[in-house]
């Protein structure tokens, strides 16, 4: 995140000596700090897991998109083993993200992607049957 401009050098410093991990979330479509994670990666991911499935009877559980940058193997096991533990999904995705995301978010970042449950919404397969009744 320093070197994309959001946080001066001094500040990445300190983060990194406290083990300060910021959470990066998605609002008014411009992304910003959402909060601070505390401790080591595995800590911090499994407190940013618990906290994103928190209320999770109002996701949909059907797909998950796993979005890193740098990690390796463990690192990504140990993420999905903490999904399958708070929230289980029917298929999981991991995808390496993309040269724009990984600039501005660091090696050793990852986001959970998914969709929330929405009463008003229908399926794909209801749209299609829609469109070839009309």
Do not use: W
């Not at 959470?23 to 800590?43: K, P, T």
């Amino acid at each position: 995140m320093c070197q994309s401009g959001r946080i001066s050098r001094r500040v990445q410093v300190l983060c990194d000596a406290l083990l300060l991990h910021p959470v990066l979330v998605l609002r008014n479509s411009r992304m910003v700090v959402g909060g601070i994670e505390i401790g080591g990666f595995a800590r911090a991911a499994k407190h940013y897991v618990r906290r994103v499935f928190m209320n999770a009877r109002n996701i949909d559980r059907r797909i998950l998109f796993i979005t890193y940058a740098g990690m390796d193997t463990e690192k990504l096991k140990y993420i999905q083993d903490l999904v399958q533990q708070y929230c289980p999904f029917e298929r999981v995705y991991v995808q390496r993200a993309s040269s724009a995301i990984a600039s501005n978010c660091g090696p050793g970042a990852f986001g959970l992607l998914f969709m929330k449950k929405n009463d008003d919404s229908i399926s794909l397969s209801e749209a299609s049957r829609l469109n070839m009744g009309s």
